[in-house]
Every structure is written in C-alpha cells, then in structure tokens.
T-cell receptor
Framework: GAGVSQSPSNKVTEKGKDVELRCDPISGHTALYWYRQSLGQGLEFLIYFQGNSAPDKSGLPSDRFSAERTGGSVSTLTIQRTQQEDSAVYLCASSSDRGQETQYFGPGTRLLVL | GDSVTQMEGPVTLSEEAFLTINCTYT??????LFWYVQYPGEGLQLLLKATKADDKGSNKGFEATYRKETTSFHLEKGSVQVSDSAVYFC????????????FGQGTTLQVKP
C-alpha cells in the first residue's frame, strides 16, 4: 500500500515569506508526527496529532510555526515569516496509534530559506 | 528530559567486518527503543525495535538488545556489506501517551569493498 507522502519535495523561499508543507499519512493511521532534521540540531520532534487534535506541540520552535490536521488525515505545517535558520528537512511520520507503535516516515520536504 | 546518545561517526569499515554502534539512553518510565536507518537519498526506515527490557530486535542481520541495567541498545552486525553504508539513528519512544521519538545524533557508516 501507499506510504507516507509529502509535498513539495523541495522548496526554496526568500526570507520573510510564508511556506506550507503538506503530509499525507498512511490511510487509517490516527497518529501523525512532524520532525525536523537539520545539520546543527539533528532530528527534532515538532508536533504530534491524534486524530485532528494536537495534544503535544512542545517541539514547535516559535509562534511562527503552526500545524493543522483535517479529517484525521492530511496535515499542513505552516511557517510564517521564514528565517534562514528554518532551513532544514521537514519529516512527517504516521503510526496506527500513539505509544509504542512503529512510526513510518515520509521522504521529507527540503526547505531552503535564502 | 529523555535523551539518546550515540557514538560519534563516521565509522569506516571494510566489507565483512564486525559492526558495533553504541547507543545509550536516559529516560523516565519504560520507553521502547528503535534503530532507524537512512540510506543515501532515501527517507528514514525502521531497522529494528525492542519494546521491553531484555528484548532483542533483529532485521537484515542487524541485532540490538534492550539492556535496562546499562541503559543501552547497541547495534551490531557480524559481517557488513557495502550496501549497509548509511546513517543510523538510535531513538526512544517516550512512555508518555504521545509516542514521540527522541533521536540520537546519528552515526554515519561507510563500508569499503
């Protein structure tokens, strides 16, 4: 079956612009996670969704970052007024439930802020 | 908070050599432990996992044992191949009800023919 998909695969933007990153999880997976992979910080958790609600947003680095999930499926991560330090690979993962279940990762969106 | 520490890379080995990548963790509660692998140009893939103490995860010739007494989850393979060249990440899943993963910094493995 289809895995986790993300779009776009690459995004180049200018400092100060807003960007939207999309994640389509595996069908039926109720848990969805966003992570960020950058050279300086490694792999960091950003936000967790269970269904459409986000009980853990503790990894969002600033109020310029927000995310939503609709219909218990697609999720969008929005970065407002992008900064150069936002340049990273943004990864989405889904699992059939929270807790100890295996997370399946998408290919990521590589974001470059000029 | 919870954390994962991996041995620094890069690790360079000849084909058929024995591999160990050390991983230790700090956690409250009883986390699950994972090894993920990222091949060049590809996304993160689960390699193996263990959900409780003394469990051994294994896949593709790789093994790791969940050692609660030493808070470790070292990755081993008896005979590496060139195709094993990748970045390996150790991770734990918090025992809270979110399941978010805490990753180590990653270890780059290069296997030469």
């Amino acid at each position: 079956g289809a895995g986790v998909s993300q779009s776009p695969s690459n995004k180049v933007t200018e400092k100060g612009k807003d960007v939207e990153l999309r994640c389509d999880p595996i069908s039926g997976h109720t848990a969805l996670y966003w992570y960020r992979q950058s050279l300086g910080q490694g792999l960091e958790f950003l936000i967790y969704f269970q269904g459409n609600s986000a009980p853990d947003k503790s990894g969002l680095p600033s109020d310029r970052f927000s995310a939503e999930r609709t219909g218990g499926s697609v999720s969008t991560l929005t970065i407002q007024r992008t900064q150069q330090e936002d340049s990273a690979v943004y990864l989405c993962a889904s699992s059939s439930d929270r807790g100890q279940e295996t997370q399946y990762f998408g290919p990521g969106t590589r974001l470059l802020v000029l | 908070g919870d954390s994962v520490t991996q041995m620094e890379g890069p690790v360079t080995l000849s084909e058929e050599a024995f591999l160990t990548i050390n991983c230790t963790y700090t956690a409250t509660g009883y986390p699950s432990l994972f090894w993920y692998v990222q091949y060049p140009g590809e996304g993160l893939q689960l390699l193996l996992k263990a959900t409780k103490a003394d469990d051994k995860g294994s896949n593709k010739g790789f093994e790791a044992t969940y050692r609660k007494e030493t808070t470790s989850f070292h990755l081993e393979k008896g005979s590496v191949q060139v195709s094993d060249s990748a970045v390996y990440f150790c991770a734990l899943s918090e025992s809270s009800n979110t399941g978010k993963l805490i990753f180590g910094q990653g270890t780059t493995l290069q296997v030469k023919p």
